[in-house]
């Protein structure tokens, strides 16, 4: 599955599933080139990060003079876009696509990519430094295939100049969780922002930022035991998740309007005020500074026990592969080993307001990110779960739904299972 950032798509994290006509399995193999580092080299980027992918481009054409960097950033669906142009055989030589994914789906992620043979192995010294948490999210078969970027938080995002007028405070335990809705509502304002109304989206941010700390921790080899059919959605923490979701709907966290609000406007919500904070990916931030400059904004992990043990989800949002068909691979693969250097991932993580993955002692975090790089640090980050592109989608709509009294947190599970391909 993959999350999409908000200032990429407003329909963020929908999971594209175009078929493919006429694509054969398998990985490819590197294409053949003389290595000589020249000519034109082309890519497709989101528009919103076009001055972070410009500046690296500077850098690497001042790496390799004999290389113009042809670049074009494109707005809305950017894997749509990629999916698209992969069909019609018009994609650049770098692509913009997304960690993981099941390789069974037909979407713009490395596994299905690579399982397709759309997408070449790097050749790329930063391979071996990949951490092992993470691996897998950029690597097929044993290869690695994408430059994997910078790791994101999924959690709360709260404007911290709000909390301080208000006297309030970031929670630390699901209590205080529940008081701080209890306490936004009694100052006219509401706790967390979420923009319920995109059925693509928006319902699973507050259930993914739980995994963490109920699923990964309980079950850390969860994926396994459900492709095994040792266990199920319905008998996992998923149902424990699910019932904190009901918990803070009755409670009044999510303000009024929730199931009609997108991400976007929640953001806007955050960054005037009206709401303390939202719970989305980590990109969002730089989106909700831009609406409120003057305030000042904290991101920390979400709470879901009482016991102050708490894990952050974490996960790379854009990551960079190469067109298994590319004019220039030789050029490719260099931009992407580029990539890979210290000077060139602090400006990708400052850009997409992250942590890079690759571990970088050039990379220092911004005020507002310092509790989750040390979390990341202490090792209390954990991937995101792997949904199927139809899994995530009922998710979604069934928490709509639940909202709504039309099903409940075990009848959520159940669907989701039953939309499981094994």
Known sequence: M?????????????????????????????????????????????????????????????????????????????????????????????????????????????????????????????????????????????????????????????????????????????????????????????AY????????????????????????????????????????????????????????WDAGCFGEGALGRSREQGGNAVAAGQALGIVDVGAVLATVTAAGPDNSYVVAPMPANNDGETFVTALPGFVNTINAKAKNPAAAQAFLEFMGTPEASAIYADGFKSVPVLPNDQYTPPAELEEFAALIADNKGTPLPTLQTEVQSTLNQQLQAMFLGNTTPEGVAESMQAAYKQ
């Not at 693509?200 to 059919?229: K, N, R």
């Not at 998923?238 to 803070?248: A, C, G, N, R, Y």
Request: aromatic share 10%.
């Open 2 to 190: 993959k999350i999409r950032n908000l200032a990429a798509t407003t329909s963020v994290v929908a999971i594209t599933a175009l078929a493919l006509a006429g694509c054969s399995g398998g990985s490819a193999e590197p294409a053949p080139s003389d290595g000589e580092v020249s000519g034109t080299l082309t890519g497709v980027f989101s528009s919103f990060f076009q001055e972070t992918y410009e500046e690296i481009a500077a850098a690497f054409e001042k790496e390799y003079p004999d290389v113009t960097v042809d670049f074009d950033y494109q707005g809305g669906d950017i894997g749509q876009l990629v999916m698209t142009q992969l069909q019609g055989g018009t994609a650049p030589d770098i692509l913009t696509s997304f960690p993981g994914g099941d390789p069974k789906d037909n979407a713009d992620n490395v596994a299905p990519l690579a399982a397709n043979g759309l997408i070449l192995p790097l050749d790329v010294t930063w391979a071996e430094d990949l951490p092992e948490a993470w691996a897998a999210d950029f690597s097929y078969d044993g290869k690695v295939y994408a430059y994997p970027g910078a790791l994101q938080p999924l959690a709360a995002i709260y404007n911290q100049s709000k909390l301080d007028e208000l006297g309030l405070s970031v929670p630390t335990t699901l209590d205080e969780v529940l008081q701080l809705c209890a306490d936004a509502a009694d100052n006219g304002v509401y």
């Open 193 to 248: 922002a979420q923009g319920l109304g995109e059925a693509a989206a928006g319902p699973q941010m507050f259930p993914f930022a739980h995994t963490a700390t109920l699923l990964e921790q309980e079950i850390p080899d969860f994926d396994e035991q459900l492709a095994s059919g040792d266990i199920t959605y319905q008998d996992s923490p998923w149902v424990d998740i699910f019932e904190i979701q009901q918990d803070l």
